[in-house]
């Protein structure tokens, strides 16, 4: 389908609650306001707004805000706030800020401190203060102070772009209208940015007794579990595990496949395995749940095939599924997945020509700054400048696991059946400088870089080691704009520092041959 379509909807007549109510801060910064209208569309129709968002999550806002910016008038609707995940809840900002990546990285900042001040006597620091109790309290409500605000942030620059802000459960009446609570209102284009949710595997019996939880409610747990069992082998558990054992829990991690982190590469899956061994993480793989059952004296049982685990809480990670059902979608025209997720086209379209969607809720790549992406691309896309299909390769990626893990690229094994060409393999395993006076200390780094032998081409860089994802933006842009390995030789390093090992790397671990000569 073509991307812009230059059909603009009239301002209706303004109602006291309708656009006109709008206080616009600042200038626009675009002067066009011609809105990407459903090809089908009368022209000459009058429409409340060019754009009505459904979530104002990072991509939703994203997405209102360039929207707003180029002229158009936008309105978005959110749940009410809350820290907790429910149907009937939500919140400016969505699950990365609320739910998510936002204040999961607060509990793996904190988790840190564990090991921090076990190390701290090896450089010098003496006295009983080294190992001090955790305060659970005081984690979550510093955490919910923190949410709060930045809940608060999101609002202020949806009302500086201009944007209307709405609160409750928006449901699509029609291409071009949505009710919310009895009122009905009328746009040009509808712009759908659910996100995702928590999924807990189908036919495992006991997953709704007290003490079984997903990702969201162990943001919420109002005390800090001593023993906890975790089902899952994708980056939420693999986050997770990291975070109860470093704050002290027992932690025992479970999982179907033999490794950690499908879809990662195979050096860092095994070598993050074994730093969890190694850290004391309990590492279960090969294991399938069957039940959960209430323990007489209290706390919860995970059977598996293999044996079962006890523990004060059973966490379900097992991924998250589109938030897709009950908002009109099927009825209005759209096509849903097998899993819920959202068909679209190159551009974010789906097939009601009036009716976008971004983020989590189309099932692509469940990351933040993908939806920003997408957000962005259906705002250039439907208001200028001009068509901008979303584009998802080379995609940074982090775990905050205990080592971080930080990729960007090919994976061996895609790299292998994509690159046409021999691969020279890079890999260097190393105890970081940091740890090398601290006795007994299990913490080592790992960097692989996969080049093509006979052009160059650095096709992936992964790195498992302290702070990986820092470092692993910058390798991205470098692979962006097309990096050789001469470009990372001919580089000076930083001394001493891990990264200066990506510029020096001179001797290659082995040579594997592409897909089409084995």
């Known amino acids: ?259 950690p982190l499908r879809n990662f590469d195979d050096d860092c899956r095994a070598f993050l395995a074994e730093q969890y061994e190694a850290k004391g993480v309990h590492m279960h793989p090969g294991e399938v749940p069957q039940k959960v059952e209430q323990l007489p004296g209290g706390g ?29 979608l099927e009825e209005a025209g759209v096509e849903l997945g097998r899993k819920g997720e959202i068909k679209v086209d190159e551009f974010n379209r789906t097939r009601v020509p009036s009716i976008w969607a971004i983020g989590d809720c189309i099932g692509k790549v469940m990351l933040t700054p993908v939806a920003l992406m997408e957000g962005m691309r259906m705002a250039e896309t439907a208001f200028g400048p001009g068509p901008a299909k979303p584009g998802y390769e080379l995609i940074p990626a982090a775990v905050f696991s205990d080592p ?21 393999i890079y890999l260097s395993k190393f105890k970081p400088l940091k740890y090398t006076m601290v006795e007994g200390a299990q913490t080592k780094t790992l960097m692989k870089m996969i080049v093509g032998a006979e052009s160059d081409k650095v096709y992936g860089v992964h790195m498992v080691g302290a702070d990986a994802p820092e470092i692993m933006q910058g390798i991205g842009v470098a692979l962006k704009a097309g990096a050789k390995k001469s470009h990372f030789d001919s580089t000076i390093g930083i001394h001493p520092t891990a990264a200066e090992e990506l510029v020096t790397f001179r001797t290659i671990t082995r040579t594997v041959e592409p897909a089409s000569k084995l």
């Not at 203060?129 to 102070?145: F, I, R, S, V």
């Not at 971080?404 to 020279?424: M, N, Q, S, Y």
Request: with cysteine; net charge neutral; hydrophobic share 40%.
């Open 1 to 259: 389908m073509g991307a812009r379509i230059a059909a603009c909807g009239r301002r209706a007549a303004a109602a006291a609650t309708g656009p006109r109510s709008v206080r616009r801060a600042g200038p626009r910064v675009g002067t066009r306001r011609c809105a990407a209208a459903a090809e089908a569309s009368e022209g000459g129709e009058e429409y409340d707004y060019d754009v009505f968002t459904i979530g104002a999550g990072s991509g939703g806002v994203r997405a209102s805000r360039m929207a707003a910016a180029a002229g158009a008038r936008v309105a978005v609707c959110e749940m009410p706030y809350d820290t907790k995940a429910s149907d009937t809840t939500g919140g400016v900002g969505g699950t990365c800020v609320i739910r998510g990546c936002v204040p999961k990285k607060l509990f793996h900042y904190g988790a840190q401190f564990h090991e921090a001040f076990a190390d701290a006597p090896h450089f010098g620091w003496k006295g009983d203060g080294m190992q001090p109790p955790t305060d659970w309290a005081t984690l979550l409500a510093n955490k919910n102070t923190e949410i709060r605000r930045l809940n608060g942030i999101y609002s202020r620059l949806l009302g500086n772009a201009g944007v209307k802000e709405l609160e409750g459960h928006a449901k699509i009446t029609g291409p071009n209208s949505v009710s919310i609570g009895g009122r009905t209102l009328t746009a040009a284009n509808i712009l759908v940015a659910t996100g995702s949710k928590a999924s807990v595997p189908p036919g495992i019996e006991g997953t709704d007794l007290p003490g079984v939880i997903n990702s969201d409610q162990a943001l919420v747990l109002s005390e800090r579990p001593k023993k906890v069992i975790i089902y899952g082998s994708g980056f939420i558990a693999v986050e997770f595990a990291g975070i109860f054992h470093g704050f002290g829990a027992e932690t025992h991690l479970c999982y179907r496949a033999p490794l």
């Open 300 to 328: 919860l049982r995970l059977v598996t095939d293999k044996g079962s685990h006890e523990g004060d809480v059973v966490m379900f990670a097992t991924g998250r599924v589109p938030n897709t059902q009950g908002i009109g």
């Open 404 to 424: 971080e893990l930080g990729t960007v690229g090919w994976t061996e094994a895609e790299a292998i059946e994509k690159a046409g060409e021999p691969l020279h």
